[in-house]
């Protein structure tokens, strides 16, 4: 059999069959149909509510309707434009039965049914015991299940409309778009993502699984060797050790460049520190601030003068990293006497994304 490949919006030689399969490029695809998207309802649409006693009313709508005569039927983008009334046949005199509610394509050349058209239908299924809805045809989308009493009419006060209906609508929407789960199996690639009764769900190729937002970058750094400054001099603060931290921030610090805290992202960073003093200063004062580069608005740490026990300079703040690559360092004066630190911290994470640029 030859093989033909079709392609979308050619000026001329088109048939019926290349647009529907060149529209459902743009829609959800179905895993068991390479070629034929998802059916399905647009959300927000084709509800069903009371009418009379023996109708109801299906609201204004779309769907995808997945031709399935052919492999490559395609699909059938349908639209209700306006509020549509069905009506119901009365009970059966001894037995329940269950009727469902559809959307329904007919295209002569695939079904020959001698129609081409779209409806909104009801069908009606077997008064039994234990009643069961009625076989689906092809090209057909259930909206709602309908459960006719036995012996209702519109004499006898009619449907129950609050407690009858059960709706059947799946969902579909746009390729890359969140699919409610209602009528949700398997995925259609890994990546896809659909709502789960508010929890967002994503497929692995394994099953859904709960989206979890990516971890911000995280480290503390620690000083532990009490490094000493010169009298009356600034120094780069070099960071010894990693004291905590994560995955995403496992690149923000190297021994190789100890001064160094790389910010790797654009973005807003939290920072906040503590560093540990010697009573010995005196009065000296003890100072330590960050630098940025590129150059930015810094976290300065409060000056502590010496007294009779240890004095501990502290900062909290953000900084804004702008470009991939911003490294933050810390300035620190000995005072006039020099002096070594006892301890020292610092904590930097991401909390939020950068806006605007220099």
């Known amino acids: 059999m030859a093989v033909r490949v079709r392609a979308g919006r050619l000026t001329s030689g088109m048939t019926a069959e290349d647009h529907r399969l060149a529209a459902g490029v743009f829609m959800s695809p179905e895993p068991q149909f390479p070629i034929s998207a998802r059916g399905g309802c647009v959300p927000g649409g084709l509800d069903l509510s009371r009418g009379t006693p023996m109708s109801a009313r299906v609201s204004p709508g779309q769907a995808w309707i997945r031709g399935e005569h052919a492999a490559a039927q395609g699909g059938y983008a349908v639209t209700v434009d306006a509020a549509t009334e069905l009506t119901f046949g009365n009970g059966d005199p001894l037995l329940p039965r269950v009727d469902l509610v559809v959307l329904r394509v007919f295209d002569h050349t695939y079904d020959a049914s001698g129609r081409t058209e779209a409806v909104l239908d009801v069908l009606a299924g077997t008064p039994a015991a234990t009643p069961v809805p009625p076989a689906v045809p092809k090209t057909c989308e259930v909206l709602h299940q309908v459960a006719i009493p036995a012996g209702v009419s519109a004499g006898t006060g009619g449907i129950a409309w609050e407690t009858a209906v059960t709706s059947k609508r799946r969902h579909t929407v746009g390729l890359g778009g969140i699919l409610p789960a209602a009528g949700v199996g398997n995925g259609a690639y890994v990546g896809q993502y659909r709502d789960n009764a508010g929890v967002l769900e994503r497929w692995s190729d394994n099953g859904w699984v709960a989206y979890q937002a990516p971890e911000p970058p995280f480290i503390r750094l620690g000083v532990a060797d009490k490094p000493v400054f010169p009298a009356s001099a600034e120094v780069m603060l070099p960071w010894q050790q990693i004291v905590a931290g994560n995955t995403a921030g496992a690149g923000m610090w190297s021994p190789a460049q100890p001064t160094r805290i790389l910010l790797p992202s654009p973005g807003v960073y939290a920072v906040a520190g503590q560093w540990n003093w010697p009573g010995a200063m005196g009065a000296n004062e003890?100072?330590?601030?960050?630098?940025?580069?590129?150059?930015?608005?810094?976290?300065?740490?409060?000056?502590?003068?010496?007294?009779?026990?240890?004095?501990?300079?502290?900062?909290?703040?953000?900084?804004?990293?702008?470009?991939?690559?911003?490294?933050?360092?810390?300035?620190?004066?000995?005072?006039?006497?020099?002096?070594?630190?006892?301890?020292?911290?610092v904590s930097v994470w991401k909390i939020g994304n950068a806006v605007g640029s220099a």
């Open 286 to 345: 003890g100072r330590i601030w960050s630098v940025q580069s590129p150059a930015g608005p810094g976290v300065v740490a409060n000056t502590i003068r010496g007294s009779s026990g240890n004095s501990t300079s502290v900062a909290s703040g953000t900084v804004v990293a702008k470009t991939a690559g911003t490294f933050l360092e810390f300035r620190a004066h000995g005072g006039a006497g020099g002096y070594a630190l006892n301890s020292g911290e």
